[in-house]
């Protein structure tokens, strides 16, 4: 167990940080060989090796093993109770559905938008992939300069490494459900 977490720590901390295995490696003074196999849960580094990883990384040496027994393996969240993680001008309100998942993969969103609410004029631009679904209302997305328009029920799933942004089109409150991976820091 203990294994299988650090090597799933170190790698989310790595991608974080969009770091390849070998940039990480020569950061760390740490094989690439040993970071793959740690990674993969098919060894246990010595306090040495997490020591230099950790240093390499940013992170305390506490880091890869402080989730062992903290946060769920299951979270049920009923219908309208998501986590509030972010609200900005009674115009956007954006709900978890996953905060507490011990060592997620990826974040489960519900995002409130008012009418006309926009995610500002520059593009985003992040590592991994997001999926969007239109619940209530409708939203356009600039996808790299490709213009889409959602309305309930479609989804959009793309490459978060794309210039991306999104406006409520609507005239009314749009709901939208968002899977993002791998899960932004909040």
Known sequence: ??????????????????????????????????ISRIE???????????????GALGVSLSYFVEDAEKG????????????????????????????????PGFSVFVDLLEPQCDSGEGGMVHTGEEFSMVLEGSIAFDIDGDIYHLKAGDSLAFKATLPHRWKN????????????????NM
């Open 72 to 103: 769920s393996q299951v979270i049920f969240t009923a219908a309208g109770q998501g986590e509030p993680v972010f609200f900005f001008e009674d115009k956007h309100q954006i709900f978890s559905l996953t905060q507490g998942l011990r060592d």
């Open 1 to 34: 167990m203990v294994r299988k977490l650090i090597g799933k720590k170190l790698k989310n901390s790595r991608l974080k940080r969009d770091k390849t295995i070998q940039e990480l490696a020569e950061k760390s003074r740490v094989s690439s060989n040993m």
């Open 169 to 184: 089109t609507s005239d009314q409150q749009t709901r939208i459900l968002w899977i993002v991976s791998p899960p932004p």
């Open 40 to 54: 993969r849960g098919l060894t246990t580094p010595s306090v040495e090796i997490l020591m230099k990883l950790a």
